[in-house]
């Protein structure tokens, strides 16, 4: 058994070896790609020249150790090149900076291969630059015996280079204090990483379902009590009749003692709900920090996927003749390391792009008074969760009107919109060559890009300004493992539509949905908004709402395209998990970015807001709901305002006062709340008090500091529930205050018409 035992740990000690290696030679080779592109503006600077040295003489030996030959012997023919320049003091020629990036290419070649659990030998590319290599070196023995080792590295004839100039932080070299604080770092594998996520997502769907089970507690409490009080009137009413008087002492003994163990019930319940409820609320604020701690742990810098383009630049600067200088910006930025991924493709597709279409050749660039190198700029940035990634440069921009002639060309309908004709650009098999090249031309780039940003949740867009660029900007959640969504019920399936896409929650009556030119149309103000239903949009097997005097429907509003969406329920807002859905045909990965454990049996698939709007608007009149009614009415007397950050709130509020004939306009915020009353129109405020940016008293405290809206009625909807923070609340000038706890629409109706009452 020994020798046994014995086999299968060298057999296992050699794969983790190749393991290790494959992910050093990674990073290996991106620093190697960084001295190349700095070697090949500078051939003489003898700094990046030894790191190169040092990176193929550390890959020899890495690849030693595992035990990978043909890796070897690339690198010591590339430490040898280096070695031979270094020791004469040479600059190395453009033919061999050429040759080292060719080998830089093979490495990464023979890794990939490695990595699918192949021989690297195998690597065709590899195997071509080893003979030349071989060549190479067979060569220069030849030419040693007769020439000086100097003249065989001399310089070549100067021969113009194609160049790219890229921007980039200078490398991190370790400290004493760096490596110390890296002792206490360990590597976590991605498989362990997604399987702690995938936990942390259940623990997060459960806290969930826990936080109804106080309310659920309450209710038993609240029936107790309304038990207790029933049986006191029964017993107060038996006691007073002549049945009562002359009953027997037991009997009155057992409804004394029935009405204690209620009694005795009825505080154990109570009890019992209040610490249900500080479980719940301990367990919710423990899962957030286990959530957020677990978000942290998969997030990496933007830097990871942008050292790859310095290269790419290069390569295709070179090929098209053109001189390139490449800037990166917020490589410090951190998202989640799976949207990085995603985004890699999408990031080199489109700076290849923007110097193959959106830069002119040096001569061009000279004649239109540009300087002959141009510049393409790469930069990342945070906007709240998510996160945006532009990517311009300062060519000849979009030439609409020849799109338009191809358009025509091919006999497609020419959109009248300058913007619209822009977004056929990212139609798959669409290309704006007539002939394809290696670099562009199949037409599949630009679909790439939208196809990755829409299954990531995110949205893709061009600008342009002729004669001085384009620019295209990506943008996508920070983090795709946990998002705050909206979920809504069609039939018995559920559905989560993310909060950030949602511009408002409706309640219509069937009556006021009209038909435009064969489309349901809904109007909101002064706007007509398309409208559909959710089913249609996403197919079989989900079927329209049920016929009903109302309809629930949520507002999507996504790069600056609007659509109202019908549905059987507006259930909930919260913050879900989510994972990825595998083996998925390409339809449903278009239209879903994942799936939600919501409790322990109830799934949600968490719907593509880009998808649904794109495809509202492909859909025309099939997309009708089939019914229309009369006009909506006029706008109602009073101008209402409902800020609330929360959109559920918001919801609740709106179709409360909409329902009693009030005319609502809605708010997310202090800062937008305060900009509308001061547009002017809003009769009434009601407003939450916990709110980012402007809580509601300072809103409160600012309008009644301003004359005109000294005496506007403000109503303050609040969870807290301390008498101090209502003191607090009205001397800041609010006329009502309304707990959430004990929230009740009668309550709020009466008080709006008090206050609008005394304001007419």
Same mark, same amino acid.
């Given at each position: 058994?020994?020798?046994?035992?014995?086999?299968? +740990?060298?057999?296992?000690?050699?794969?983790?070896?190749?393991?290790?290696?494959?992910?050093?030679?990674?990073?290996? &080779?991106?620093?190697?790609?960084?001295?190349?592109?700095?070697?090949?503006?500078?051939?003489?600077?003898?700094?990046?020249?030894?790191?190169?040295?040092?990176?193929?003489?550390?890959?020899?030996?890495?690849?030693?150790?595992?035990?990978?030959?043909?890796?070897?012997?690339?690198?010591?023919?590339?430490?040898?090149?280096?070695?031979?320049?270094?020791?004469?003091?040479?600059?190395?020629?453009?033919?061999?900076?050429?040759?080292?990036?060719?080998?830089?290419?093979?490495?990464?070649?023979?890794?990939?291969?490695? =990595?699918?659990?192949?021989?690297?030998?195998?690597?065709?590319?590899?195997?071509?630059?080893?003979?030349?290599?071989?060549?190479?070196?067979?060569?220069?023995?030849?030419?040693?015996?007769?020439?000086?080792?100097?003249?065989?590295?001399?310089?070549?004839?100067?021969?113009?280079?194609?160049?790219?100039?890229?921007?980039?932080?200078?490398?991190?070299?370790?400290?004493?204090?760096?490596?110390?604080?890296?002792?206490?770092?360990?590597?976590?594998?991605?498989?362990?990483?997604?399987?702690?996520?995938?936990?942390?997502?259940?623990?997060?769907g459960m806290t969930g379902m826990i936080g109804d089970r106080p309310a659920d507690a309450d209710a038993v409490a609240e029936s107790i009590r309304a038990w207790r009080i029933e049986w006191r009137r029964g017993a107060g009413a038996h006691r007073q009749?002549?049945?009562?008087?002359?009953?027997?002492?037991?009997?009155?003994?057992? /409804?004394?003692?029935?009405?204690?163990?209620?009694?005795?019930?009825?505080?154990?319940?109570?009890?019992?709900?209040?610490?249900?409820?500080?479980?719940?609320?301990?367990?919710?604020?423990?899962?957030?920090?286990?959530?957020?701690?677990?978000?942290?742990?998969? @997030?990496?810098?933007?830097?990871?996927?942008?050292?790859?383009?310095?290269?790419?630049?290069?390569?295709?600067?070179?090929?098209?003749?053109?001189?390139?200088?490449?800037?990166?910006?917020?490589?410090?930025?951190?998202?989640?390391?799976?949207?990085?991924?995603?985004?890699?493709?999408?990031?080199?597709?489109?700076?290849?792009?923007?110097?193959?279409?959106?830069?002119?050749?040096?001569?061009?660039?000279?004649?239109?008074?540009?300087?002959?190198?141009?510049?393409?700029?790469?930069?990342?940035?945070?906007?709240?969760?998510?996160?945006?990634?532009?990517?311009?440069?300062?060519?000849?921009?979009?030439?609409?009107?020849?799109?338009?002639?191809?358009?025509?060309?091919?006999?497609?309908?020419?959109?009248?919109?300058?913007?619209?004709?822009?977004?056929?650009?990212?139609?798959?098999?669409?290309?704006?060559?007539?002939?394809?090249?290696?670099?562009?031309?199949?037409?599949?780039?630009?679909?790439?890009?939208?196809?990755?940003?829409? =299954?990531?949740?995110?949205?893709?867009?061009?600008?342009?300004?002729?004669?001085?660029?384009?620019?295209?900007?990506?943008?996508?959640?920070?983090?795709?493992?946990?998002?705050?969504?909206?979920?809504?019920?069609?039939?018995?399936? @559920?559905?989560?539509?993310?909060?950030?896409?949602?511009?408002?929650?409706?309640?219509?009556?069937?009556?006021?949905?009209?038909?435009?030119?064969?489309?349901? @149309?809904?109007?909101?103000?002064?706007?007509?908004?398309?409208?559909?239903? &959710?089913?249609?949009?996403?197919?079989?097997? $989900?079927?329209?709402?049920?016929?009903?005097?109302?309809?629930?429907?949520?507002?999507?509003?996504?790069?600056?395209?609007? &659509?109202?969406?019908?549905?059987?329920?507006?259930?909930?807002?919260?913050?879900?998990?989510?994972?990825? @859905?595998?083996?998925?045909?390409?339809?449903?990965?278009?239209?879903?970015?994942?799936?939600?454990? $919501?409790?322990?049996?109830?799934?949600?698939?968490?719907?593509?807001?880009?998808?649904?709007?794109?495809?509202?608007?492909?859909?025309?009149?099939?997309?009708? /709901?089939?019914?229309?009614?009369?006009?909506?009415?006029?706008?109602?007397?009073?101008?209402?305002?409902?800020?609330?950050?929360?959109?559920?709130?918001?919801?609740?509020?709106?179709?409360?006062?909409?329902?009693?004939?009030?005319?609502?306009?809605?708010?997310?915020?202090?800062? +937008?709340?305060?900009?509308?009353?001061?547009?002017?129109?809003?009769?009434?405020?009601?407003?939450?008090?916990?709110?980012?940016?402007?809580?509601?008293?300072?809103?409160?405290?600012?309008?009644?500091?301003?004359?005109?809206?000294?005496?506007?009625?403000?109503?303050?909807?609040?969870?807290?529930?301390?008498?101090?923070?209502?003191?607090?609340?009205?001397?800041?000038?609010?006329?009502?205050?309304? /707990?959430?706890?004990?929230?009740?629409?009668?309550?709020?109706?009466?008080?709006?018409?008090?206050?609008?009452?005394?304001?007419?």
């Amino acid at each position: 058994m020994t020798p046994d035992r014995k086999v299968v +740990d060298r057999t296992a000690l050699a794969a983790r070896l190749l393991a290790t290696f494959v992910d050093e030679l990674e990073e290996q &080779l991106r620093a190697l790609d960084e001295d190349l592109l700095a070697l090949e503006k500078d051939p003489a600077d003898t700094e990046h020249l030894r790191s190169v040295f040092r990176i193929a003489h550390t890959l020899k030996g890495a690849s030693r150790a595992a035990g990978v030959h043909v890796i070897e012997e690339v690198c010591h023919a590339l430490e040898s090149m280096c070695a031979v320049a270094r020791d004469a003091g040479i600059p190395l020629a453009s033919s061999q900076i050429s040759l080292l990036f060719a080998g830089s290419d093979a490495l990464a070649d023979a890794g990939r291969i490695i =990595r699918e659990g192949r021989d690297a030998s195998t690597s065709t590319v590899i195997r071509e630059l080893l003979q030349q290599l071989r060549r190479r070196a067979s060569a220069a023995e030849s030419a040693e015996r007769t020439r000086p080792a100097a003249a065989v590295l001399g310089p070549e004839p100067d021969r113009r280079t194609p160049s790219v100039i890229a921007d980039q932080p200078a490398p991190i070299v370790p400290t004493a204090v760096g490596l110390a604080e890296r002792d206490d770092q360990i590597r976590v594998g991605a498989k362990q990483l997604d399987s702690l996520v995938t936990a942390a997502g259940e623990l997060l769907g459960m806290t969930g379902m826990i936080g109804d089970r106080p309310a659920d507690a309450d209710a038993v409490a609240e029936s107790i009590r309304a038990w207790r009080i029933e049986w006191r009137r029964g017993a107060g009413a038996h006691r007073q009749s002549p049945e009562g008087i002359a009953g027997s002492t037991s009997l009155i003994g057992l /409804m004394t003692s029935v009405d204690d163990h209620l009694s005795r019930l009825d505080r154990q319940v109570g009890e019992l709900a209040r610490a249900i409820g500080d479980d719940a609320r301990t367990l919710g604020g423990t899962t957030s920090r286990l959530v957020e701690n677990v978000r942290r742990l998969r @997030m990496r810098p933007f830097g990871d996927i942008a050292e790859l383009l310095p290269r790419a630049a290069r390569d295709v600067a070179a090929s098209l003749n053109k001189e390139v200088k490449l800037v990166v910006e917020g490589q410090e930025v951190e998202a989640d390391r799976t949207v990085l991924d995603a985004l890699r493709e999408p990031l080199l597709h489109l700076v290849r792009n923007a110097i193959d279409h959106g830069l002119e050749t040096p001569d061009d660039r000279t004649r239109a008074g540009k300087e002959p190198q141009g510049r393409v700029t790469v930069r990342a940035e945070l906007g709240g969760d998510w996160l945006s990634v532009t990517i311009a440069d300062d060519g000849a921009g979009l030439n609409v009107a020849s799109i338009r002639a191809l358009l025509k060309e091919r006999g497609r309908d020419v959109p009248v919109e300058d913007r619209d004709v822009a977004r056929i650009l990212f139609e798959s098999g669409f290309s704006t060559r007539r002939v394809a090249t290696n670099i562009s031309g199949r037409g599949v780039g630009l679909d790439i890009v939208r196809v990755a940003a829409e =299954r990531l949740g995110g949205t893709v867009n061009v600008q342009w300004v002729p004669g001085a660029g384009t620019t295209f900007t990506i943008e996508v959640p920070v983090s795709v493992a946990t998002l705050r969504a909206l979920l809504v019920r069609v039939g018995k399936q @559920m559905l989560a539509i993310p909060t950030t896409f949602i511009e408002r929650l409706i309640r219509v009556a069937r009556e006021q949905v009209r038909a435009v030119e064969g489309r349901s @149309m809904l109007t909101l103000g002064s706007e007509a908004v398309p409208l559909t239903s &959710l089913a249609r949009l996403l197919g079989e097997p $989900l079927v329209d709402p049920l016929p009903g005097p109302e309809l629930d429907v949520f507002l999507l509003a996504v790069d600056g395209r609007r &659509l109202a969406i019908a549905v059987d329920e507006l259930c909930e807002e919260r913050e879900i998990a989510v994972r990825p @859905m595998e083996h998925v045909g390409d339809q449903a990965a278009a239209q879903y970015s994942g799936a939600a454990l $919501l409790d322990g049996t109830r799934i949600a698939l968490v719907v593509n807001a880009n998808s649904l709007v794109s495809k509202g608007e492909r859909a025309g009149r099939s997309g009708s /709901m089939g019914f229309a009614g009369e006009a909506i009415a006029a706008p109602r007397e009073w101008h209402i305002l409902v800020v609330d950050d929360s959109i559920t709130t918001r919801t609740l509020e709106e179709s409360v006062l909409s329902a009693a004939g009030y005319r609502v306009t809605t708010s997310v915020d202090g800062v +937008d709340a305060l900009r509308l009353v001061q547009e002017g129109g809003i009769d009434l405020v009601v407003s939450d008090v916990e709110m980012p940016r402007l809580d509601g008293l300072g809103l409160t405290e600012r309008l009644r500091a301003t004359p005109t809206h000294a005496k506007l009625p403000i109503i303050l909807v609040t969870s807290l529930d301390k008498p101090e923070e209502r003191i607090r609340g009205l001397e800041a000038g609010a006329d009502a205050y309304i /707990m959430k706890s004990s929230f009740d629409q009668d309550t709020l109706l009466g008080i709006v018409r008090q206050l609008l009452g005394d304001a007419s």
